[in-house]
């Protein structure tokens, strides 16, 4: 069982910057865990924003984030960050941390999600 716990979420102004992290806990030591972000907008489906490898050589991101998102690591707290700059109105969302064996945006593990609102 992996768990995955989000934090750094809260509310800001169009054009500010917010750090959200993940920490996973739990699963195989020998797995070699993905770590990505989606998020959900309320009546809107749940969508990719950025995914990082385990060596976090590999980044992926959505086209509507790049250049303003930065997804990171730290492998030795187990932890990674996602660094939203120039946040606009639409990115107001639940972001959910999410972790995977593989590198793909399909995941398995998820978890509880953290509240982001910009205002305009």
């Known amino acids: 069982q992996v768990d995955l716990l989000e934090s750094g979420g809260g509310s800001v102004e169009a054009g500010g910057s917010l750090s959200l992290f993940c920490e996973l806990s739990?699963?195989?030591?020998?797995?070699?865990?993905?770590i990505g972000w989606f998020r959900q907008a309320p009546g809107k489906d749940r969508e990719f924003v950025a995914g990082?490898?385990?060596?976090?050589?590999?980044?992926d991101y959505a086209e509507y984030v790049k250049g303003r998102f930065t997804i990171s690591r730290d492998n030795a707290k187990n932890t990674a960050r996602l660094q939203m700059n120039s946040l606009k109105p639409e990115d107001t969302a639940v972001y959910y941390c999410?972790?995977?064996?593989?590198?793909?945006?399909?995941?398995?593990?998820w978890g509880q999600g953290t509240q982001v609102t910009v205002s305009s």
């Open positions: 999410a972790a995977n064996s593989d590198f793909t945006r399909d995941y398995n593990y």
């Open positions: 739990g699963g195989s030591p020998r797995r070699r865990y993905t």
């Open positions: 990082i490898s385990w060596t976090g050589i590999r980044t």
